[in-house]
């Protein structure tokens, strides 16, 4: 089988097509043939050799997807050959198949399509993680939504949205505020530079946010602290493009709320996962969740889906489709 492995970390050209031996599924473990891969910004921080990824060179890219099982390890009673699966956090996903341990499985409800099954596991539970848990959105609530029209943005926007809050989205180009503006955002900030914590607090009618979820890097931070009101949350959690370096907590706006998010220190159990990723499917066949697919491409071109992705200029979630 053809899988996307680097050797080395890098630039995306480390990213090829390699033939590997076809996984088999150990005890516990479920084979299943890739549909859909995710492509996650997150990936690229992989690539690069940044963090968060146990596993050693050569290793195959890619934590997230959609697709069918073909056989089933010993001790496996959840699923059978032929189910649909959606998966997350599964190291090895840019590949036509994978096996991957039966806890970590979704299944797939007939009225999602696989792309679409791909597309929310990781934006759509992060997003939703964000907005009902980590801040539950009120209604009335204004949020400020870095990188908007992305793939976490858009979901972000809508599931802020369904909870009756407000959203200011910002991107860094023009071009993408349209999309950003389908997905429900209010306002929409085209900055790049760092640039738009005081149009964020002019239109939150003075104030300031209620919360800014933050995962655009050092150049963002200062920016989303100050659109804070008295006593807002700040949602941080993009460490790809870097944090904000150490924090002294005398110097911060005085009681607000500050923390990492991460979905999986809350979504913690098989059940919690299923019972989450159930309510994405529900809003998406009910039409109350949008998924939109910015890009799909072969599994061999995910040099060219990274190269997309980190020029800035793509929207929704990128595909790989082996
Ligand atoms: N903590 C968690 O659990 C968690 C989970 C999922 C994702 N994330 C983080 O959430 C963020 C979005 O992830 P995603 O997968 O949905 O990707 P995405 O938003 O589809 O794409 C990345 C976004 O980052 C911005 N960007 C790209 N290159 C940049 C650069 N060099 N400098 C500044 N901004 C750049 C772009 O927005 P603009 O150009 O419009 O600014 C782009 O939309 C990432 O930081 C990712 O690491 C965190």
Redesign the pocket.
Known sequence: MRAIVMTRAGEPEVLQAVEQPEPAPAAGHVLVDVAAAGV???DT?VRRGLAWAPQPNPKVLGVEGAGRVVAVGDGVSQFQPGDRVAWVYAPGSYAERIAIPQDSLVAVPDAIDDRTAAAVM??GL?AS?FATDFYPVQPGDVALV????????LLLTQIIKLRGGRVIG????AD?VAVAREAGADHVIVD?DGYFADEAIRLSGGEGVHVVYD???P?TFSGSLEALRRSGTFCW?????GGPGPLDIMSLPKSIKIG?????DHIHTPEFLRARAGRLFEWIATGALKVRI?GTYPLADAEQAHRD????T?????LLLP
């Open positions: 996650n910004f997150m921080g990781m934006q992060t993680h870095h990188a908007a029209a992305g793939g976490l943005g910002r991107v860094s180009s993408k790049a995962g655009s890097g150049k959690y993009g460490p790809v493009l990492y998010a991460i979905f999986f910015g992705m980190e020029s800035r793509t929207t929704g979630k990128l």
